[in-house]
């Protein structure tokens, strides 16, 4: 999209969801900012909050989960993956209530045509039904939200997609 942030705020994909760590991700001049300063060296560090602040388990984690996308290179896996989930997200188009379905990799969105002075309730009914075929996907406001894995297969994008569309259709 030609966007590059300032600053970037992660939490639960550092550690894969196993651990409460989070981390903020500044430009390098933003950083330079806080840091050029007469202060003592001590007495430095970019301010950014700690609600989860270096716990030694939590950063194993971190570590750990980075070598696994590394190692394992996830990105390349997302890059290969996400046009067969694209494909088959945006061919939802024609089920009753969708207004606008986006996707960026294997993160997408499907936002519903909202009842009548009832925001919300058409996407929770959705996931109701997606809950009830054994799939959890979240909403927020009137639009559905998905993100597989990293690791998910064609039949488990099948498998969601299908069930997506019957609970779409009912």
Same mark, same amino acid.
Request: hydrophobic content about 40%; some cysteine; aromatic content about 10%.
């Given at each position: !999209?030609?966007?590059?942030?300032?600053?970037?705020?992660?939490?639960?994909?550092?550690?894969?969801?196993?651990?409460?760590?989070?981390?903020?991700?500044?430009?390098?001049?933003?950083?330079? /900012?806080?840091?050029?300063?007469? /202060?003592?060296?001590?007495?430095?560090? !970019?301010?950014?909050?700690?609600?989860?602040?270096?716990? =030694?388990?939590?950063?194993? /984690? *971190?570590?750990?989960?980075?070598?696994?996308?590394?190692?394992?290179?996830?990105? *390349?896996?997302?890059?290969?993956?996400? =046009?067969?989930?694209?494909?088959?997200?945006?061919?939802? #188009?024609?089920?009753?209530?969708?207004?606008?379905?986006?996707?960026? *990799?294997? +993160? *997408?969105?499907?936002?519903?045509?909202?009842?009548?002075?009832? =925001? +919300?309730?058409?996407?929770?009914?959705?996931?109701?039904?997606?809950?009830?075929?054994?799939?959890?996907?979240?909403?927020?406001? @009137?639009?559905? #939200?998905?993100? =597989?894995?990293?690791?998910?297969?064609?039949?488990?994008?099948?498998?969601?997609?299908?069930?997506?569309? @019957?609970?779409?259709?009912?």
């Amino acid at each position: !999209f030609g966007v590059t942030p300032d600053i970037m705020t992660i939490a639960k994909q550092v550690t894969n969801g196993v651990i409460p760590m989070g981390a903020a991700i500044v430009r390098q001049e933003i950083y330079d /900012a806080f840091m050029d300063t007469d /202060a003592p060296e001590y007495m430095l560090e !970019f301010p950014h909050g700690y609600t989860y602040s270096a716990h =030694p388990v939590a950063c194993a /984690a *971190g570590l750990a989960t980075l070598d696994v996308i590394e190692d394992e290179d996830m990105l *390349g896996r997302v890059r290969n993956i996400s =046009p067969y989930f694209e494909s088959l997200l945006h061919g939802l #188009q024609n089920c009753p209530h969708v207004t606008d379905i986006r996707n960026y *990799g294997l +993160a *997408g969105g499907i936002t519903l045509e909202h009842y009548p002075g009832e =925001p +919300a309730r058409r996407p929770y009914e959705v996931a109701m039904k997606m809950w009830e075929k054994g799939f959890y996907v979240r909403y927020g406001a @009137d639009t559905i #939200q998905l993100a =597989p894995a990293f690791t998910v297969e064609e039949t488990e994008i099948d498998n969601l997609v299908n069930a997506l569309a @019957d609970c779409l259709s009912r």
